[in-house]
């Protein structure tokens, strides 16, 4: 027991020498964003994912308010096992439209959905084509598959093309990638993306995370919207209601037989206590906001242009892609050093570093949401540290 305690000891001193420990250092006590209290100290958040806002807005509280007193804290029970309300039945109807499919199925979260689709649907002779920088959660799914995983440069089609021709017709293929990049901001050029499924016969996963609410003219359903390609039998779209949605939880949407296959063996679907219902109302409150009233993504998408607006008055010009911004540092002590100066004055910026981004590219991420105020986004962009790109 010593051995092992002064081990885990050992290690964690490496990643504090390294500057990679993970600290839950820094609390916040009062998230009225974006100006939140943080250890005490009052700062304008730029690194939350409640891109709209929604998170606070009184239609969500209201309806998860109402839920809990109708119904209690908890479903207590697994979807399969009298855990299934009226309420959860009725969000995925309303998912189902949202994204135009056939079907939709609620996960207790992001995380839990993706590991259950891809190690649900993915069996071991299967092959997984997985874009270099996708979300770990995709990674974790893959490799609990046990499918062979072939990871692909970072949006390199001519690789996955290759990659696809060098494997067997018969092979069963998956090809899995985020809208939305979570580190990166980027975008996954969907159209080609699903060309090559098509010319492979491949399934293609698509995690719209950092999309959902935020992309897509009619219902703002994620990135694969604005390829007008409608819904497709091969394509699989996993989002979450954590993020510009202002809740928790997470959704699949895809044909009735994806869904009833991971009704079977999706093992985190299956083996998990269903979410509560407060949870599952102010779900439903916030896509019915979202699809009737336009205006939270609006404003979203003016705060982005006037960010880029920002950077060009200090002859920066980055590619515009979405709600968020990395600005790479490279070297981890650079980063946190940066972090920490913006603290002090007045900006919380999370800075990211190895193994969550690839070495040598540790960054700050900036995160833009529709509270934001245009004085508070050129107040942060004077206060950044800001080099031409070369
Ligand atoms: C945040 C995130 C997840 C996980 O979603 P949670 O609901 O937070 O578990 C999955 N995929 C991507 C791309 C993400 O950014």
């Not at 309420?87 to 135009?100: D, G, P, S, V, Y």
């Not at 935020?214 to 219902?219: A, E, P, Q, S, W």
């Not at 900006?347 to 570093?353: P, S």
């Amino acid at each position: 027991m010593e051995t092992t305690q002064s081990r885990l000891r050992d290690t964690l001193n490496e990643l504090a020498r390294e500057r990679r420990l993970r600290q839950l250092n820094k609390t916040v006590t009062e998230p009225f964003r974006p100006m939140i209290t943080l250890n005490g100290q009052p700062v304008l958040d730029f690194c939350n994912n409640d891109y709209l806002g929604l998170s606070h807005h009184p239609a969500l509280i209201k309806a998860s308010a109402e839920a809990l007193e109708k119904y209690g804290t908890g479903t207590g029970g697994a979807r399969l096992i009298g855990g299934t309300l009226d309420l959860h039945t009725q969000l995925e109807t309303k998912i189902a439209q949202f994204k135009q499919t056939e079907a939709a199925l609620v996960f207790n979260s992001g995380y839990q959905a993706n590991v259950g689709v891809l190690s649900g649907l993915i069996h071991r002779n299967d092959v997984t084509f997985a874009d270099r920088l996708n979300h770990a959660s995709l990674v974790d799914g893959a490799l609990l598959s046990r499918s062979r995983l072939v990871r692909y440069p970072h949006l390199d089609m001519v690789a996955l093309k290759t990659a696809l021709e060098k494997t067997d017709r018969a092979t069963r293929k998956f090809i899995v990638t985020d809208t939305i990049f979570s580190m990166d901001g980027d975008q996954a050029p969907l159209t080609e993306l699903f060309a090559l499924a098509e010319q492979f016969d491949a399934w293609f996963i698509l995690d719209e995370a950092h999309a959902t609410g935020i992309f897509g003219n009619t219902h703002r359903s994620g990135l694969w919207e604005t390829t007008q390609l409608g819904p497709q039998q091969r394509v699989i779209q996993i989002g979450t209601f954590s993020k510009a949605l202002g809740s928790f939880g997470a959704y699949v949407a895809a044909s009735q037989d994806v869904i009833d296959s991971l009704i079977q063996f999706s093992r985190s679907f299956v083996y998990s206590t269903s979410l509560p219902p407060a949870v599952i109302a102010a779900n439903l409150a916030a896509l019915e906001l979202i699809q009737t009233n336009p205006t939270f993504t609006q404003q979203l998408w003016e705060n982005i242009h006037y960010f880029h607006q920002c950077l060009a008055d200090r002859e920066i010009s980055l590619p515009i892609q979405g709600p968020i911004i990395p600005l790479i540092i490279g070297e981890t002590d650079k980063t946190l050093h940066e972090t920490q100066r913006l603290l002090e004055l007045g900006f919380y910026v999370q800075g990211i570093r190895p193994p969550t981004v690839p070495e040598g590219t540790s960054r700050l991420r900036i995160t833009l949401t529709a509270k934001h105020t245009p004085q508070q986004i050129s107040e942060l962009v004077q206060a950044l540290k800001l080099s031409k790109p070369v």
